[in-house]
């Protein structure tokens, strides 16, 4: 498992992502291009392909942890389904049930398990947490979009 980790954790996060994004089209579609969003709120074209991108890392980060023998590796895989979890529910409380505040609730326990994976991640392989950190960041750059939506839509 392994070597197959590099393809098989990475199509997995792509495949949790693709799933939610598919029970959430409904809001994505119609109510999303109607809310009244942030200023720096960037195009909507750029979202699948950074998406895209962070499953691929989140993956990949997983990998090299599990290819190393070592203690951390059942903490880092349950924190890595654990935020893989809040990644989908996030997905799904925004788009698709149109609880922003839920959904913020959601991101903020998201980006506490994203950083705790991170330090899991260093622990086993410097260069997996390293990969995680572009993650981080959107879902930092995320709250603030969630945010933003919350508060303009009541």
Not at 69 to 91: D, I, K, Y
């Amino acid at each position: 498992m392994k070597k197959r980790g590099f393809l098989f954790f990475p199509l997995l996060a792509l495949s949790v992502g693709t799933l939610s994004g598919y029970f959430a089209r409904t809001g994505l579609e119609t109510v999303y291009p109607l809310l009244e969003k942030s200023p720096l709120t960037p195009p909507g074209a750029l979202f699948p392909v950074v998406w895209t991108v962070l499953y691929l890392l989140m993956g990949i980060g997983l990998a090299l942890v599990l290819r190393r023998v070592g203690t951390e590796h059942r903490t880092a895989f349950v924190l890595w389904c654990v935020q893989l979890a809040l990644n989908a529910a996030w997905s799904l409380l925004f788009f698709g049930a149109g609880a922003y505040l839920g959904a913020l609730i959601c991101l903020c326990l998201l980006w506490v398990s994203i950083f705790l994976m991170m330090m899991v991640f260093d622990s086993a392989s410097p260069a997996a947490a390293w990969l995680q950190v572009p993650y981080f960041l959107w879902v930092s750059y995320a709250g603030y979009l969630n945010l933003v939506i919350w508060r303009l839509n009541p």
